[in-house]
């Protein structure tokens, strides 16, 4: 199992205590993972405590070749907010074993291409103060941009609107991030620094959507050609990216899936069935009724700041997403749902909707891309 940790805001006594406890916790983890290779599961602990608080937040990314479990827990001591949150990823896991076991074989989606690069070092003191002050700005938002970017690319391959495989979220984000640097002193002053980077990911997968269907079969990577060799040695920057480097994520409706505790197996393995239909669902909705939808309903946006974020009046938000959930309870009683089952998944999309955070990787990669180096409270 490859482990990366983050302690935030920590002091050298509670770090300590921490990889102790995370230590532990892994070796009773590790007996749940015994069906996945060791290098193919890789764990990511992230301990933060906000500055001038008491309170932490515990967050556990596991990423298995079958998809992607979380697990969240807060409290005031660091024992027990870490026992809580692996023994419920534990508890996740066997869960998500046991779905395996009925399903067919994963298979790795064909490399593509890649559009996110990274930058160049700052060419002067002015221009270093200008990304710090960027990544400042963006940096408790980069879980956001890198949720929207996820549940948007997954709902667009499951329509067929992009080749799966063709797009990978890591360079979508990449490429909303090197964006927003562009333009950030002239963002609108009506929208939030997270409602702005939510929009300009939406705009750039739009974008990118539209070229990956205009680009057609014959931009696709043949699967029998030797891949190129370096011509050279590598470079700092190359040992760099690959320092970073991981593989692309596969995009799954079933990670768009929170679990939730059940009385009995057979009510959740319903109520999950249920939420899965309900994403399918939403994939076939338009793109900006999608739009509408998860700001509305997934993530409590006002109808004032929907309609700002996509351009629309207020009714217009109101009538578009009255039409999305009419669709979705049609296709919802077409996919054989009752429909006040159909009424009751809709009802409960908040819930039922998981969210993931950047992979600490990423989030790395991005930080010494804009600042030259990551800073020392990552471990």
């Not at 749940?32 to 906000?50: C, I, M, N, P, Y």
């Not at 070749?65 to 692996?86: C, D, M, Q, T």
């Not at 309900?278 to 076939?284: F, G, K």
Request: charged fraction near 35%.
């Amino acid at each position: 199992m490859k482990l990366l940790k983050a302690f935030r805001n920590l002091d050298g006594d509670a770090r300590r205590r921490a990889t102790e406890i995370v230590d532990r916790e892994i070796r009773h983890l590790e007996p749940h993972l015994k069906h996945f290779g060791d290098g193919l599961v890789r764990l990511e602990v992230t301990l933060s405590q906000a500055n001038g608080k008491t309170r932490l937040q515990a967050s556990l990314r596991l990423q298995l070749p079958s998809g992607v479990i979380v697990a969240r827990e807060e409290g005031f001591e660091i024992e027990p907010v870490l026992r809580k949150a692996f023994d419920d990823l534990r508890h996740r896991v066997d869960r998500h074993v046991a779905r395996l076991r009925h399903e067919s074989e994963w298979k790795r989606p064909a490399h593509r291409r890649r559009i996110g690069a990274l930058l160049p070092p700052a060419r002067d003191a002015a221009e270093a103060d200008r990304r710090k002050l960027f990544f400042d700005l963006i940096e408790d938002h980069l879980d956001t941009v890198y949720d929207v970017v996820r549940r948007e690319l997954t709902y667009l391959e499951c329509s067929g609107s992009v080749p799966e495989g063709y797009l990978s979220v890591r360079d979508l984000v990449d490429a909303t991030i090197l964006k927003g640097l562009e333009r950030f002193e002239q963002r609108p002053t009506r929208f939030s620094i997270g409602d702005w980077l939510t929009r300009l990911a939406l705009d750039t997968i739009e974008e990118e959507a539209r070229a990956a269907r205009r680009a057609g079969p014959e931009a696709a990577v043949s699967l029998e050609a030797e891949p190129e060799q370096p011509a050279v040695d590598p470079t700092g920057s190359d040992q760099e990216m690959y320092e970073f480097y991981q593989p692309d994520e596969v995009l799954r409706l079933e990670d768009l899936v929170v679990d939730e505790s059940a009385t009995d197996a057979e009510t959740e393995a319903e109520r999950h069935e249920a939420a899965r239909m309900l994403h399918r669902a939403i994939a076939q909705l338009p793109a900006l009724w999608r739009r509408v939808l998860i700001h509305v309903d997934l993530n409590d946006t006002t109808s004032e700041a929907a309609a700002a974020l996509d351009g629309l009046e207020k009714d217009e938000v109101a009538r578009i997403g009255d039409a999305a959930r009419a669709f979705l309870r049609d296709r919802l009683a077409e996919l054989g749902q009752p429909p006040e089952l159909a009424d009751r998944t809709l009802d409960a999309l908040h819930r039922r909707s998981g969210r993931l955070p950047q992979p600490l990787a990423d989030r790395r990669r991005l930080e010494r891309a804009l600042l030259g180096q990551v800073r020392e409270d990552e471990a």
